[in-house]
């Protein structure tokens, strides 16, 4: 990493931290929060690195729109957690519209931070053609999702539904993308640690504010930060969300190195 990419990171980060305290300060909501620490970072990277634009943006909404659809539905009724937004919108009487806003900008500031700081490839604009069959496989999913919701939704109240999905969409493939490709091990170490001390201070604060929130004993394990508990379940995410998004962008869009 150059001089100019170790000051554009501690900018980023000093940025973090000054908005964290403007959230906890004021109360914002669970929308206005994600803006400010992860959409505002998102916003200053791509005019940093404007050719990876358009193939993070299109990864994103490929990736976070099924899993929010299908993923948060299942974990909200199946009492892995609940959420608050603030848009006073709510989907199939689950979970708020507000989640598909934060997941792409969620997973859009994983990848654009990836490609900036420590993606090497020469062509930033080129696609896989994977993303192609992920999308085909994500209105399968949606479809099949949609069936059972209408022919029988108790189907979809699955216990322990969070650490299943974490195994299945997050640990198998950081996996087996190592596996192949152990270049990527030492990237997304990296990163995967940049983002697990920002990932904590963000759940601590939304827990907090009650942007979401986890109910004891409906999870395999507690944990407490600072006074705020929420799931164990949820602390893995904290651990393996990074690194399996950029295993699975790697796969899906990018080329693999």
């Not at 299908?70 to 199939?92: A, K, M, R």
């Amino acid at each position: 990493m150059n001089k100019e990419k170790k000051k554009d990171l501690f900018y980023i980060t000093l940025a973090f931290l000054f908005f964290t305290f403007v959230v906890y300060q004021f109360k914002l909501g669970y929308l206005e929060t994600v803006i400010l620490l992860f959409g505002i970072p998102s916003v200053f990277l791509s005019f940093k690195l404007k050719t990876s634009i358009k193939k993070s943006a299109l990864f994103s909404i490929a990736f976070s729109f099924p899993m929010a659809f299908v993923f948060d539905y299942i974990c909200n009724v199946s009492g892995c957690w609940y959420e608050n937004g603030s848009l006073g919108i709510t989907i199939l009487n689950a979970y708020p519209l507000d989640i598909f806003i934060w997941g792409f900008i969620y997973f859009y500031f994983i990848t654009i931070f990836y490609e900036y700081f420590f993606d090497k490839d020469k062509n930033k604009t080129k696609i896989s053609k994977n993303l192609k069959f992920w999308v085909y496989a994500s209105i399968l999913l949606i479809f099949l999702f949609s069936f059972i919701y209408i022919t029988n939704r108790e189907l979809l109240v699955i216990k322990n539904f969070y650490i299943v999905g974490l195994i299945i969409f997050f640990l198998i493939p950081i996996i087996l993308m190592c596996w192949n490709y152990p270049s990527l091990i030492k990237k997304i170490s990296i990163q995967g640690f940049w983002f697990f001390f920002v990932s904590v201070i963000y759940e601590v604060l939304a827990v907090h504010l009650g942007h979401w929130r986890f109910v004891k004993g409906m999870n395999i394990g507690w944990v407490e930060i600072f006074g705020v508990g929420f799931a164990l379940e949820e602390f893995l995410f904290l651990i393996f969300a990074v690194p399996a998004t950029i295993c699975i962008y790697e796969f899906l869009a990018d080329d693999k190195n």
